[in-house]
């Protein structure tokens, strides 16, 4: 059977906490085909979480900092999901040996984000003259069985002051490594203020920024010495930025385009109970291309400010952000 580890997978996903893929190694019996299927319909909404969760807190304001001027944050996010994003419709026709226990065709069945399982079966046939071998299983639940009903992050981002409105931006998360498990996430954007170019900061209360940001997290997990998982999420923003001038409270809001693709492979050698040998079986895909509305305050105190927003999107995301700063 595969090994114990490789029901983690889910685990080493998103920053998953707890959910086990436990029978995924059963879709395996059934073929690879049917388990590179069903894989993907079964993480693809928590792939997209993802790449929605790290493509926003690149702003806290429309006005691009002076030349020189500086700004360190710790910014902290959650990100949510709604009950669609929790299943998926399943057709037994595609697959080839997976069938539904009650004989039903085609049904929602829950993804990683989701929480009921759903009996199921595989039967392989053994030869001319012998019975089929019947595996009967439950399709994994997700986090919601799990009691987790949203996905956390934070990071550090540093922004810079130029000339002429422009301020750059580069963000990190310091690098993770266990045993099993390293990770690794670096980012970068340039934020271009409008409103001073043209130059309607004299005519307008307002600071207008246009945004651009890109974020890539690269991760591995060691399931054995020949068997890895390795996944890597791009997240970009594009985004038009308004907010107030005002000396120390300040409202700000962003309208833009989430886009980006997050890629998991399971890599190595696997041998299920039959003794037949799988290399390299599983390559997963997603793509986003999502509009986001971003609505937030911000407060500054001197050196110190706290800002905290809310963006609505496909998954939206509440964000945090301490922030230290000399503008």
């Not at 940001?213 to 308004?242: C, F, P």
């Not at 980006?260 to 003794?275: C, E, P, V």
């Amino acid at each position: 059977m595969l090994s114990p580890k490789f029901k983690s997978l889910v685990v080493f996903i998103l920053f998953s906490t707890g959910v086990s893929a436990q029978n995924l190694d059963a879709l395996f019996e059934s073929g690879v085909q049917d388990a590179q299927r069903f894989a993907q319909g079964y993480f693809n909404p928590a792939m997209e979480l993802g790449i929605h969760n790290l493509s926003g807190g690149w702003y806290n304001s429309g006005k691009s900092k002076k030349t020189l001027a500086f700004e360190v944050s710790l910014i902290g996010n959650v990100s949510t999901w709604s009950e669609k994003q929790e299943s998926f419709l399943l057709n037994t026709a595609s697959y080839s040996n997976l069938k539904f226990s009650d004989g039903a065709q085609e049904k929602y069945v829950a993804t990683v984000l989701g929480n009921s399982s759903t009996s199921a079966y595989v039967e392989e046939s053994l030869g001319e003259g012998l019975p089929n071998l019947r595996t009967d299983f439950s399709l994994p639940a997700g986090l919601r069985s799990e009691g987790i009903q949203f996905l956390p992050s934070a990071f550090l981002q540093a922004s810079l002051g130029l000339i002429k409105g422009i301020e750059i931006k580069g963000r990190f998360l310091p690098f993770v490594s266990s045993n099993d498990l390293s990770a690794t996430m670096l980012g970068g954007g340039v934020q271009f203020d409008i409103s001073e170019i043209l130059p309607l900061d004299r005519v307008l209360p307002l600071g207008i920024s246009f945004l651009l940001g890109y974020t890539q997290l690269d991760a591995s997990y060691q399931i054995e010495s020949n068997q890895s998982i390795e996944s890597q999420i791009i997240s970009r923003n594009m985004s038009l930025i308004v907010s107030t001038r005002l000396p120390v409270f300040n409202l700000y809001g962003g309208v833009g385009l989430i886009s980006g693709s997050s890629d998991l492979n399971l890599l190595g050698t696997y041998q299920i109970a039959s003794g037949v040998n799988f290399v390299d079986p599983i390559a997963l895909q997603s793509e986003v291309s999502d509009i986001g509305v971003t609505l937030g305050a911000k407060l500054k105190l001197g050196f110190f400010r706290l800002n905290v927003d809310h963006s609505f999107s496909e998954f939206n995301t509440t964000r945090a952000g301490i922030n230290i700063g000399l503008r």
